[in-house]
């Protein structure tokens, strides 16, 4: 016998097909019943995107901010990108900068990317050394453009996985140009 799936498990099935409206059902009728961390998070999506139903940012801010509340990597870095915006809550540039740096360190490459952008130089290049190992491609093409003067041969090796990565010709395009210009 198979057990019925729990509101939570049918809001993310139906979120994952993108069947929005009955992800929000689903998962609003969920969190009345038990608070938990990923049902925020995906719920804060559908608010803060308009998806399923209307756009509201500000309960999309507040369920990023229970999520993130209980240490969700994702929801600090979104709860952290509305502060850091002041879209949604009250702008909060330094609770924003502790976010990110906390979902950071649980490994979320979105938030080395955002860190780097509130980071002094050296910190930043770390940041997204990091995010590029992690294989985020845009977080390998700033790294490339970071380290380009002191190391173009690496650079170009970055620029070279991020086109090869994410498909895009504009990072074919740049990988291309620079090796050209290197063996001039």
Do not use: N
């Amino acid at each position: 016998m198979f057990a019925e799936k729990s509101a939570l498990d049918r809001g993310l099935d139906a979120f994952e097909r993108r069947d929005w409206k009955r992800a929000r059902k689903h998962l609003e009728e969920a969190l009345q019943r038990e608070e938990r961390a990923v049902g925020h998070y995906h719920l804060g999506l559908l608010y803060w995107r308009g998806l399923g139903g209307p756009r509201e940012v500000e309960a999309g801010a507040d369920c990023f901010a229970r999520a993130a509340a209980q240490a969700y990597p994702a929801a600090q870095t979104a709860y952290a990108m509305a502060l850091r915006a002041g879209v949604g809550v009250k702008r909060d540039v330094e609770t924003a900068r502790t976010l990110f740096r906390d979902a950071a360190g649980a490994g979320d490459s979105t938030a080395m990317i955002e860190l780097a952008t509130l980071s002094p130089p050296d910190d930043a290049r770390y940041w997204m050394l990091r995010a590029s190992e992690m294989g985020a491609t845009s977080a390998m093409a700033y790294y490339a453009d970071m380290i380009m003067a002191q190391d173009p041969t690496e650079a170009l090796a970055w620029l070279y996985a991020a086109a090869a990565l994410s498909g895009e010709d504009s990072a074919r395009k740049r990988a291309a140009a620079l090796a050209r210009e290197m063996s001039a």
